[in-house]
């Protein structure tokens, strides 16, 4: 062994995270859920049961908003689940839509359904008694949740491009494949939920493993020039490679991600690096050999140095490609060219190749709820009772209504209208800002974000106005904790919660996502981020290149010095200017 090697082990030896004995005594995920089911004496999962619901796409929680006056009361937390489903490429039909939409409205506590920044939709509050029939709900329109949570492949993204829709079909049957090929093999999923007779006698996981995957996994497929997915913030990314409007293969990048840990520098944001090109038919064989790589090779002892970006800044990122290539048998070809040129969803009509109308609908945070003004999850409902085509979701937790004839147009947009669900008052700024939901349910909360951001927003409008930039826009995100579930580490302008009112203001990513912003003030006050913008904004309107973002612009005059390896960079101090 060289010493570079020796330097660098390929496991790490130690103490296990006690998720690893729990995943171990899971017996396949299956612990002790049925049986808990039964338990109404209270309304959480006991012991591993609380994690291991993960594993099937459940998150307890309670409201934290009450928290404290429950506690004085001495009752428990009011404890309810959020729950999310497992769709591909975020590609829903009208049908399913209409059923889920019920659901949320009939057994949550929020009455809401929320697309998420991961393509997918989530609801929250379900309590206990009704958590088996939401599974069921799912299963009888042919989804699950399978898999959406924990140490899996979580679901899959892909590019919403539904104007060269031949292209984007074969990118998301990719998707769809690569998400089944790498779905846990256990029947626990069936037996606990779907009542379903134990179908083999002995698991295996031949991918997967008997402990699954040492933290969570997360997969992209992406047309340029659209990052609309955020590729950098994925553990395995597939790059569509197209000649002629054909799918010819993908370049494959790995190891991104964006959780980070207040305090603790070994933990970084950092981007997936290139690892080259490969023709389609080699994709599962990648995917999988990727997969079993972090399996076999991640660190299963802390958590927190558990991601595949960790375990390629610990072997080389030559070490695990050779590894890859070993285990696929694949080499891979040298990257093909690929730009990407823009991040967001173009909010609006667009019309595609095939003649079809595609209307992207701005949804505030994603939030789909009933409004006293605007109720935009019934007008939702009532498009999908007319429409003939699909819904998509998108990674900025956007909703199309993809595949409309030039027949339906109107009628389409006169619900979408009726129902607040199209404006001319939503600002390119508006629609370049996104938030992770935060308060009220989310258990690792340190400040607000969902609930926040639209005032902020509000504020940041005022302030582009004021300074005659009111038609451009900003990256803008804010993530109620370091785990960074809103991407603020690919933003422009990222804001990173630490207490009540008190963020981390990181400034300088680019606008197409390929350059993790920097920490410029700490633990400061949406107050003070307002001033420092004020200042910044008004640099950027006097002195800007034509049509130079604001992040680029900051890096160009030096504001910020821009992060280049974050494994080595991240941390350095910004000076003050
Ligand atoms: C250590 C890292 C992380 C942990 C422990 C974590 C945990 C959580 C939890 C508990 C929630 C549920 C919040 C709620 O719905 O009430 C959540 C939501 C979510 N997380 Fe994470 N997360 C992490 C990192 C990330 C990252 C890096 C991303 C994406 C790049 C991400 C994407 C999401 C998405 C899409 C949601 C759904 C809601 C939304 O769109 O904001 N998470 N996460
Ligand atoms: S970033 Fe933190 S606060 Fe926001 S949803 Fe993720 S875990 Fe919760």
């Given at each position: 062994m060289s010493n570079e090697q020796q330097q660098k082990p390929l496991i790490v030896e130690g103490k296990l995270a006690d998720s690893e004995r729990m995943k171990q005594d899971s017996n396949y995920l299956r612990g002790?859920?049925?049986e808990d089911l039964k338990n109404g004496l209270t309304g959480g999962f006991n012991g591993d049961n609380f994690l291991l619901i993960r594993f099937h796409g459940m998150y307890q929680q309670d409201d934290r908003d009450i928290r404290a006056e429950r506690a004085e009361q001495k009752l428990e937390p009011r404890h309810a689940m959020m729950l999310r489903c497992r769709l591909p490429g975020g590609i829903i039909t009208?049908?399913?839509w209409l059923d889920i939409d019920k659901f949320a409205t009939e057994h949550t506590l929020y009455g809401s359904v929320r697309i998420t920044n991961r393509?997918?939709?989530?609801?929250?509050?379900?309590l206990k008694g009704d958590v088996k029939p939401a599974h069921q709900m799912l299963s009888h329109v042919g989804l699950d949740a399978l898999a959406t949570a924990n140490d899996v492949n979580r679901n899959v993204l892909c590019t919403s491009n539904p104007v060269q829709s031949?292209?984007?079909?074969?990118?998301?049957?990719?998707?769809?494949?690569?998400?089944?090929?790498?779905?846990?093999?256990?029947?626990?999923y069936a037996e606990i939920w779907?009542?379903?007779?134990?179908?083999?006698?002995?698991?295996?996981?031949p991918i997967l493993g008997q402990t699954y995957l040492p933290r969570k996994f997360k997969t992209s497929v992406v047309i340029p020039p659209l990052n609309d997915v955020d590729l950098h913030a994925n553990d395995m990314n597939f790059i569509a490679i197209a000649e002629n409007d054909e799918l010819i293969g993908f370049n494959v990048l790995v190891g991104g991600g964006l959780a980070m840990t207040h305090g603790d520098t070994a933990t970084f944001p950092r981007l997936a690096s290139e690892f080259g090109f490969i023709p389609l038919d080699k994709t599962l064989a990648i995917a999988e050999a990727i997969v079993t790589t972090q399996r076999d090779w991640g660190n299963r002892t802390d958590r927190k140095n558990a991601k595949t970006k960790y375990t390629l800044e610990r072997v080389g990122v030559d070490t695990f490609k050779a590894e890859v290539e070993r285990r696929s048998g694949v080499d891979f070809e040298p990257i093909r060219p690929y730009q990407f040129t823009e991040r967001g969803d173009k909010i609006g009509w667009l019309k595609g190749v095939d003649n079809r109308w595609h209307l992207t609908l701005f949804i505030e945070n994603g939030r789909l709820i009933d409004l006293a003004d605007k109720p935009l999850?019934?007008?939702?409902?009532?498009?999908?009772?007319?429409h003939q085509g699909d819904f998509r979701l998108t990674a900025n937790q956007n909703l199309i209504v993809a595949g409309v004839p030039e027949s339906e147009k109107e009628a389409i947009e006169a619900i979408a209208k009726a129902h607040g669900l199209m404006s001319d008052a939503i600002t390119p700024q508006r629609e370049n800002s996104m938030a992770c939901v935060s308060f009220p349910t989310c258990p690792l909360a340190m400040a607000e974000a969902e609930r926040f951001l639209p005032e902020f927003v509000s504020h940041v409008e005022n302030i582009m106005a004021s300074h005659q930039v009111a038609?451009?826009?900003?990256v803008l995100r804010v993530t109620g904790c370091p785990n960074g579930c809103g991407r603020a580490m690919l933003a422009e302008v990222g804001l990173v919660g630490k207490a009540l009112d008190r963020y981390n203001l990181h400034l300088g990513g680019n606008r197409i996502g390929t350059r993790i912003p920097r920490m410029y003030r700490e633990n400061i006050s949406s107050a003070e981020i307002l001033a420092i913008l004020d200042e910044l904004i008004g640099n950027w309107s006097k002195n800007r290149l034509t049509q130079e973002g604001f992040g680029d612009f900051l890096v160009r005059t030096d504001v910020v010095k821009p992060v280049v390896n974050s494994a080595v960079d991240f941390y350095e101090v910004q000076e003050a200017v």
């Open positions: 002790t859920i049925k009208p049908k399913q393509q997918t939709f989530q609801f929250h509050g379900i031949e292209l984007h079909q074969q990118a998301y049957e990719w998707a769809k494949k690569i998400s089944e090929h790498l779905l846990p093999r256990t029947s626990a779907l009542d379903k007779e134990k179908i083999v006698t002995t698991d295996e996981e999850k019934t007008g939702v409902a009532e498009i999908a009772r007319i038609d451009e826009h900003i």
